[in-house]
């Protein structure tokens, strides 16, 4: 398997998915291994190609490498399509124009289930609403003059048309087109308006869409989304930047790890290039037979309860990243165990991390 050799190159061609929002700039499933496994159980050395179980009802899993598709413009479907051939098996998105081509996403799902590659069931699919602040005002699926509800419906329903898998909008066995998880970008300015957006998206649950998420949230607006009594579904994910000036969001994962939510890490590779090239990812990378970037994924999935948002748009780099972390995995499970259990531990302590 060829490697990439530096972080330049990395930063050019594969850059880490990052989810947009203004103000605040802000994956796949392995071709083997399709244990389901819940966070609380699930040792670290054997975690890092398995799916995580969200938290609530409907059961729903989710892959560790989710394919992100920011920025991808006029490639969106054919990069869908080819994450989707090469092995990926979430998908992430958003209904913000400015970013994403929704539409496109929908049709390189399409084209992936068409041809017999996949069906609805095994892949996670994923979208976001986003409010005025992160929309370009020209184009946008809602009347930004609208009431937030309203807003939230018009939305809705364009990414259930932009991704539905058939023709009568039903996929094979399904009840009918529905999102694994939606996503709120970002919480908005007014606590109560966050809430009112929160509510209007629930009352989708868990039918048209299964899960809700939140996205470049802090620690207390999660916290709150918890604790408030009028709040019924809780997050199952949350979508976040991991990086030095967040702490690498330490805090808010162990939050998340004590509520059995799934952490979704976005700037992974991006925000990191002295994380690629330190001494224990570069050690990793060399024991386990791997390029850095897969090695410094590695690790990163090997925080408990955590996946990455992969947005590389070279089909050798997505083969590289699956089969890479499968590689890593089968050796810390054989000789390299112990080697794996140091290396992770110095990486928790590089970043930071208080166990």
């Not at 083997?32 to 009802?57: E, I, V, W």
């Not at 059961?59 to 080819?82: E, I």
Request: one cysteine or more.
């Amino acid at each position: 398997m060829s490697t990439r050799t530096t972080i330049s190159r990395t930063l050019k061609f594969r850059t880490t998915q990052i989810l947009p929002f203004t103000p605040s700039p802000h994956q796949p499933h392995l071709p083997t291994n399709h244990q389901s496994l819940t966070m609380s159980t699930t040792p670290l050395t054997l975690a890092l190609s398995n799916d995580l179980t969200l938290p609530g009802s409907p059961t729903t899993t989710t892959p560790r490498l989710v394919y992100g598709t920011a920025w991808k413009k006029d490639q969106t479907a054919d990069l869908v399509y080819q994450a989707l051939k090469t092995g990926f098996r979430g998908i992430d998105t958003a209904a913000q124009p400015r970013h994403y081509q929704e539409h496109l996403v929908g049709d390189g799902l399409r084209r992936a289930i068409s041809e017999g590659i996949i069906t609805r069931k095994c892949v996670f699919l994923q979208t976001k609403f986003t409010s005025t602040s992160g929309q370009d005002l020209d184009n946008l699926p809602y009347d930004p003059s609208a009431p937030l509800e309203e807003q939230v419906h018009a939305s809705v329903a364009s990414s259930l048309q932009n991704l539905a898998t058939g023709g009568d909008g039903k996929a094979e066995g399904e009840e009918g087109t529905y999102l694994d998880s939606l996503v709120l970008h970002s919480p908005l300015h007014h606590r109560e308006d966050t809430l009112r957006v929160w509510q209007a998206l629930s009352t989708y649950v868990p039918h048209a869409i299964r899960h809700l998420g939140i996205a470049n949230t802090p620690l207390p607006t999660l916290e709150m989304l918890f604790s408030h009594p009028d709040v019924a579904v809780k997050p199952a994910v949350v979508q976040n930047r991991f990086y030095r000036d967040t702490g690498y969001e330490s805090a808010l994962r162990r939050f998340c790890r004590a509520k059995g939510v799934v952490f979704q890490s976005f700037w992974t590779l991006t925000g990191n290039p002295a994380l690629v090239k330190s001494g224990v990812v570069a050690e990793l990378a060399r024991s386990a037979g791997v390029g850095r970037e897969v090695a410094y994924y590695s690790l990163v999935l090997g925080l408990e309860g955590v996946t990455i948002l992969d947005g590389t748009t070279k089909e050798e780099h997505m083969r590289e990243d699956l089969e890479g972390i499968e590689k890593v995995e089968i050796w810390a499970q054989g000789d390299g165990k112990e080697a794996w259990k140091r290396a992770l531990a110095d990486f928790k302590a590089v970043i930071g991390e208080v166990e």
